[in-house]
């Protein structure tokens, strides 16, 4: 049976860690391989927080990009108005609200992981086999480690 408790720790606040998440989604929104940028220039133009109405607008100017761009971008994919609004509300939500940004991370680059296509179905299979479940957009993962 694997273990259904989250496998890593942290000590650092949700707005913290969101933060540093958001300067590392800057660098690869900055970055000249397009393989790096435009997965986060995707969600930029989908949360709609530059005046940017297309892609190929919006990678134009990514050299502008800004902070407060990536931390309204993270809000608005946390359900948030703005990152103003997010912040001081993340930080009294459990750590597994942001873990999604945790494995885009890596940071749970060493353990097993098992895609479902919903959250359910994730739920389902844990009943009979454990794992950490953590939501991904309309997908889930279960985070595999041996208890």
């Not at 940071?107 to 991904?136: C, M, P, S, T």
């Amino acid at each position: 049976m694997w273990s259904t408790s989250c496998p890593i720790s942290s000590s650092v606040s949700n707005s913290d860690y969101l933060r540093e998440h958001a300067r590392r989604l800057l660098r690869h929104a900055r970055d000249g391989d397009t393989s790096a940028s435009m997965p986060v220039l995707r969600r930029l133009l989908a949360a709609k927080v530059t005046r940017a109405e297309r892609l190929a607008d919006l990678h134009a100017i990514r050299d502008g990009l800004q902070l407060k761009h990536l931390l309204a971008m993270l809000a608005a994919e946390l359900g948030y108005a703005s990152w103003d609004a997010c912040k001081p509300d993340i930080d009294t939500r459990p750590v597994a609200a942001i873990d999604r940004y945790r494995l885009d991370a890596g940071a749970f680059n060493d353990f097993e992981k098992n895609w479902f296509a919903n959250e359910a179905d994730a739920l389902d299979w844990q009943r009979g086999h454990g794992g950490y479940i953590v939501r991904y957009g309309e997908q889930a993962v279960a985070i595999l480690k041996r208890e």
